[in-house]
């Protein structure tokens, strides 16, 4: 019985072309990295800053971008079209909180966006977390300290 169900939804299934969406994603992701270099060379020209402060200024920048366009809907569509190129670790996170505070925002702030913001991106904040304090520690065992 299941394998025939299966069968039948491979069969009607949309395949996705992986080399398409491979080489789609490799050039939206050089895009983006091509505009994030220009946009920390240009924060360094423009208001004279060191090179690491204007990388702050730029991952602030894709922050914005990417929350402001998720508010407009736009941000999902251009995933769409573009891949997993858009969901770099910054920008996603940006995406992941900001659809979770448009999704509960009519619960209030408290019991809705407060209780719910970190729903998607929770995940990524306990392991990063955990993975830092193991890392650490390995290190710190490895080095000597």
Not at 26 to 50: D, Q, V
């Amino acid at each position: 019985m299941d394998d025939k169900y299966l069968d039948i939804v491979d069969k009607h299934s949309p395949k996705e072309d992986r080399l398409k969406n491979a080489i789609v994603s490799f050039i939206a992701g050089g895009m983006l990295g091509s505009l994030s270099e220009l946009l920390l060379r240009g924060y360094m020209i423009w208001f004279n800053l060191p090179r690491k402060e204007a990388g702050v200024v730029v991952i602030l920048t894709l922050i914005i971008l990417a929350s402001v366009l998720t508010a407009f809907g736009v941000f999902d569509v251009c995933v769409s079209k573009f891949k997993s190129a858009l969901i770099i670790p910054i920008t996603g996170f940006a995406h992941s909180m900001t659809a979770a505070a448009l999704e509960y925002r009519k619960e209030g702030l408290v019991l809705g966006i407060g209780a719910n913001i970190f729903k998607l991106a929770g995940t990524v904040i306990l392991y990063g977390i955990v993975s830092v304090y193991i890392f650490g520690l390995i290190r710190m065992l490895v080095m000597g300290g």
